[in-house]
């Protein structure tokens, strides 16, 4: 008897869990959308500089540096994609099962696509809504959250509609049809590039000459702002409480100017007189908005003559979406995401990553992270002679140093003056700050640049501290150009004053650091600058150094009290000041101010009434200087978007409210 034979049926394969499909649905989906993102993120930053006059961003300027801009902007995107896709993917995929049960994988893959066509173009739409923000002229802040939310819901709609068509090419067609159409999306984004990538860089001084050197010298050239330092705070300018080795050593190294007049009391427009050369009427940028094309910056120059130019910046107002500051610089780190120096280079990225999700809302970072990345720079840097800007913001409010800056002052200020604790914390910072630089020149030291490097060492501003004048009491900055934040520390340490210690009385401007630098490489003087150069000083030649009046200016907001519902405007403030006089006028509203410093260096007693010739003279110079073809009077604020006003408001710009600014203690 034969055995029994058993015979084993052939088995199928078994079927795909329908979460597994829709699973790797959507991951595909999300790799291919978020890469589609990242070209589309980089076609947009290209396009914008040329469709929009004002518009800045940070852009390489290479080959290579494109290339590398396209990676970063697609893995961060594919990254958000998926993370977004996983969130909520997971989330409706889980109300569907609990609702109706297990998803089939047909209706999975739909589903899938829809949610990630929905998202990525949300995604995309937000960006645009947030750009259109950034770069409107007019009030639309009621429309723009109905346009919003319409917006988003038109983007589930068109999302449906493209996953279904797709779904339909696959089955009609071939599978490979919605690979295909991802493909093609590509390759029109990246061609749609390309021809702005080839006409950015030149958009940047289009139209300006920029002179050449001749085989003369080129030193190594190292700027450094140190924001909201006002001059009476630094040791070797008298202070004899406030700890400032590094500055003071720096000082007896190299030559001191005391009288140093900033041209703005607000950061922005400060560093743009400061790397143009210009005063703020010319350049026409405020906190906020960037300065205006056309002009020739210190990075401009200095990189067609063989420089290596390179930024270091530190916060909100310098950051290149704003100001503009990054022209002519090769690299312009500006990132405030203290783990990464990469956000700073795409503004789209960072515009939608940070600003409008909300995931970082930093308005500066630490003087150790600007100090870390210059150093690590110094340490890749190339054989050229190079042009390097280090930005430190921290001695701007909020006053946090960290420790063991924090209360190394405390209960030290017993002099009877306003806001003594808030002034041992502003001490604590500068302390901290000098800290900061004392690292960045003892790394030049190490490596054999300080003998061949020319140092400038200034502040953008100073800060006010209930000091009281004419008819006010001032606090903070950005809303008066008296002394208090007018007055500047200027320090040089040029090829040629090694141990020479001096300091010179003679008042100068921050727009004659431009020309200055442009004599030490031997380069003509654009005659578009307003300042003078500052090397005759330098080598002792005072006698030839033209005394010239310094000039300031600001744009405030006051209440009109002849507008209904007394509409807040904004104005001109206009300043000009010699060794012996400071004449202060807002034109708007015609209330003059004269002082004379000699004798009224705390500008108390206006003798504007008895001197009304010497006034008129003034206002004549000044209402001359802001004749520009410009439009500075319209509201800043309407050309922001919400996160970066209020950033600028939590600093004290542009109509902070008064509980954010540093108010007068009780002591």
């Not at 690299?331 to 995401?337: C, I, P, T």
């Not at 302390?431 to 020319?454: E, H, M, N, P, S």
């Amino acid at each position: 008897m034969e055995p029994d034979t058993e015979i084993c049926p052939t088995e199928s394969p078994p079927e795909p869990r329908a979460g597994n499909t829709f699973w790797r649905h959507l991951l595909v989906t999300a790799v291919a959308v978020g890469i589609l993102a990242g070209l589309a993120e980089v076609c947009f930053t290209y396009n914008l500089p040329a469709a929009k006059q004002d518009w800045r961003a940070v852009l390489p300027p290479s080959p290579t540096g494109l290339m590398l801009f396209v990676l970063t902007a697609a893995v961060t995107d594919v990254l958000l994609v998926v993370i977004g896709s996983v969130l909520v993917g997971g989330l409706l995929r889980g109300l569907h099962r609990i609702a109706f049960g297990p998803v089939s994988s047909s209706p999975g893959r739909l589903l899938t696509r829809t949610l990630i066509l929905a998202g990525t173009t949300g995604y995309l739409y937000v960006g645009w809504m947030g750009l259109f923000l950034l770069l409107r002229t007019d009030d639309m802040e009621g429309a723009y959250v109905a346009t919003m939310l319409a917006g988003v819901a038109g983007a589930l709609v068109v999302s449906l509609i493209v996953a279904s068509l797709l779904a339909l090419a696959e089955r009609r067609l071939h599978p490979a049809c919605a690979v295909g159409a991802w493909m093609l999306a590509m390759v029109v984004g990246v061609a749609a590039t390309l021809p702005a990538f080839g006409s950015y860089r030149a958009s940047q001084s289009e139209g300006v000459d920029i002179p050449l050197a001749g085989d003369g010298p080129r030193p190594n050239i190292l700027l450094v702002t140190l924001d909201t330092l006002r001059a009476d705070y630094v040791g070797c300018m008298g202070n004899n409480w406030v700890e400032t080795p590094g500055l003071d050593a720096l000082a007896a190294d190299g030559i001191l100017f005391e009288d140093t007049i900033s041209q703005s009391p607000t950061t922005g427009p400060s560093h743009c007189s400061i790397m143009t050369g210009v005063y703020p009427p010319d350049h026409q940028a405020w906190n906020g908005m960037p300065m205006r094309q056309g002009l020739l910056t210190i990075a401009d120059v200095l990189s067609a003559n063989g420089y290596e130019t390179i930024a270091f910046t530190a916060s909100t107002t310098t950051r290149s979406i704003n100001t503009g500051l990054q022209q002519g610089f090769d690299r312009y780190v500006d990132s405030l995401v203290s783990w990464s120096s990469v956000f700073g280079r795409d503004e789209f990225q960072n515009l939608i990553f940070f600003y409008l999700i909300g995931v970082a809302q930093n308005f500066e970072i630490r003087g150790d992270v600007v100090t870390r990345r210059a150093l690590a720079w110094l340490d890749q840097r190339s054989d050229r002679p190079f042009f390097v800007w280090l930005h430190y913001f921290d001695p701007h409010d909020p006053y946090e140093a960290p420790e063991p800056y924090r209360l190394m002052y405390r209960d030290k200020v017993k002099d009877g003056l306003p806001m003594a604790r808030i002034r041992e914390d502003y001490a604590g910072e500068i302390t901290y700050t000098d800290a900061q630089l004392q690292r960045v020149i003892d790394a030049l030291r190490k490596r054999g640049l300080y003998d061949k490097t020319v140092i400038v060492v200034t502040s953008d501003h100073g800060e006010a501290f209930g000091e009281e004048h004419w008819q006010y009491t001032e606090v903070g900055h950005g809303s008066f150009i008296y002394d208090t934040t007018q007055h500047v520390p200027l320090i040089i340490k040029h090829l040629d004053s090694r141990g020479k210690g001096r300091r010179i009385s003679q008042q100068v401007q921050l727009v004659d650091i431009f020309p200055t630098i442009l004599r030490w490489v031997e380069i003509d003087i654009p005659p578009t600058l307003c300042g003078v150069p500052l090397n005759e000083l330098l080598h002792g030649e005072g006698g030839t150094h033209p005394r010239r009046p310094a000039f300031s200016f600001n744009i405030v907001d006051a209440v009109d009290p002849d507008a209904p519902e007394s509409a807040t405007t904004f104005v001109d403030q206009v300043g000009m000041r010699t060794a012996e006089w400071k004449y202060i006028d807002v034109p708007h509203y015609g209330q003059p101010e004269l002082y004379r410093l000699q004798q009224d260096p705390a500008e108390r007693m206006n003798m504007a009434r008895a001197h009304p010739a010497m006034c008129q003279e003034r206002h004549d110079t000044l209402t001359k200087m802001l004749d520009r073809d410009r439009d500075i009077h319209a509201d800043p604020r309407a050309r922001m978007t919400p996160a970066l006003l209020r950033q600028l408001q939590a600093l004290g710009y542009l109509g902070g409210s008064e509980d954010e600014e540093p108010q007068p203690d009780s002591e």
